[in-house]
């Protein structure tokens, strides 16, 4: 019998893969996701799949009385920066007070370590590349949100001594990203309006910058973490090191799509325009693999995609602030609230 642990968002795109690395490594996993944004096949068959939500605190309760988790790795968030401006609640009780659910029981039941994937969103704008020992100042409620939780879990560790790993991750894709969300993951858009015949969609000029993070290239780390003592109670950005400007990627996912680049712009929306990351620490603690490049990870995401083919994008069905919203994402509100209607 392996040590059991906890994976949240167990269904979505790095969770997924996280759970296969850590049955690769040995342990008993109990994959937890409510389908919000992942899905059931992503689900490794030898772990234990509970379908349900981490804002559900009696479901958490129930669990960590019933399986006694040494570890537990909470990868289940809406990640979706630019709209969480207008999700403030939806936002704050899914990415903060479900963490928060999650390391109530983390510390009453004495797990040994909580892993938790938090976001380069909470460094903000002009701090790059972003370290670890640069003071955070998110510029959005996603951002704010993570930051949060990183706080809580450094005052739980004073308070009752548990332990944790923080990873800040960033635009990482690849297989099971799920491409039908049309507020986030940048190369799953791309991928998805390419099958469906149409251009790829860019906010402003499309000089923004940021690091493509191919997914191989994070989870392992993730999952062999609470394997190195040392690391306990730090923060480490992870992902890739070259930043590329999204006009470059639209070229870049075209070519490993097959297809001659269409690119349509759309206005500017308000979002951090330059945003990667240093690794030196994460390669000091840790025994990172090789990385793939841009287009070594944009081929293997590629012939997924294909295989899967193209899936609707649902509109957002809940905009809390609909002031100040891009055009695009505004339309599509206003023509679902009509079809609810």
């Given amino acids: 019998m392996g040590t059991k642990v906890l994976v949240t968002g167990a269904a979505g795109f790095i969770g997924s893969h996280v759970v296969d690395d850590l049955i690769e490594l040995g342990y008993q996993v109990v994959a937890l996701d409510d389908l919000s944004g992942g899905y059931e096949i992503n689900v490794n068959k030898k772990a234990e799949f509970v379908v349900g939500s981490v804002t559900d605190v009696e479901l958490i309760n129930r669990l960590f009385d019933q399986h006694k988790f040494e570890y537990v790795y909470h990868l289940a968030a809406y990640a979706a920066e630019g709209l969480s401006h207008f999700i403030r609640r939806f936002n704050y009780e899914t990415n903060l007070i479900a963490s928060i659910n999650l390391i109530n029981a983390s510390v009453l039941h004495n797990v040994k370590c909580f892993v938790f994937t938090s976001s380069i969103a909470v460094y903000g704008a002009n701090q790059v590349p ?91 780390i993730i999952a062999r973490s609470v394997q190195f003592p040392h690391a ?110």
Avoid at 138 to 167: C, Q, T
Avoid at 185 to 208: A, H, R, S, W, Y
Avoid at 277 to 306: C, I, Q
Avoid at 311 to 324: C, D, G, H, L, M
Wanted: hydrophobic residues 40%.
């Fill in 130 to 220: 972003m370290t670890e020992d640069m003071t955070p100042s998110p510029e959005d409620p996603y951002g704010v949100s993570k930051l949060a939780v990183e706080l809580d879990l450094r005052a739980a560790h004073h308070m009752f001594g548990l332990n944790y790993i923080v990873f800040r991750p960033h635009n990482v894709y690849g297989e099971r990203q799920n491409i039908a969300d049309r507020y986030r993951n940048v190369v799953g858009i791309f991928m998805n309006q390419i099958l469906k015949g149409e251009p790829m969609t860019i906010f402003g000029d499309g000089e923004q910058t940021r690091a493509f993070s191919y997914v191989k290239d994070v989870s392992p």
């Fill in 232 to 341: 306990y109670n730090q923060v480490f950005n992870i992902g890739a090191d070259i930043p590329y400007t999204v006009n470059y990627l639209a070229q870049c996912v075209a070519d490993a799509m097959g297809v001659e680049p269409k690119v349509q712009h759309l206005p500017a929306r308000n979002e951090v325009v330059h945003a990667y990351s240093s690794h030196e620490k994460v390669k000091e603690y840790f025994d990172t693999p090789a990385h793939y490049s841009l287009p070594e990870g944009l081929a293997r995401m590629t012939a997924w995609v294909k295989e899967f083919g193209a899936r609707a994008t649902p509109v957002f069905q809940n905009i809390e602030v609909a002031k100040n919203m891009p055009p695009s994402w505004a339309q599509a509100a206003a023509e679902a609230a009509k079809v609810k209607a």
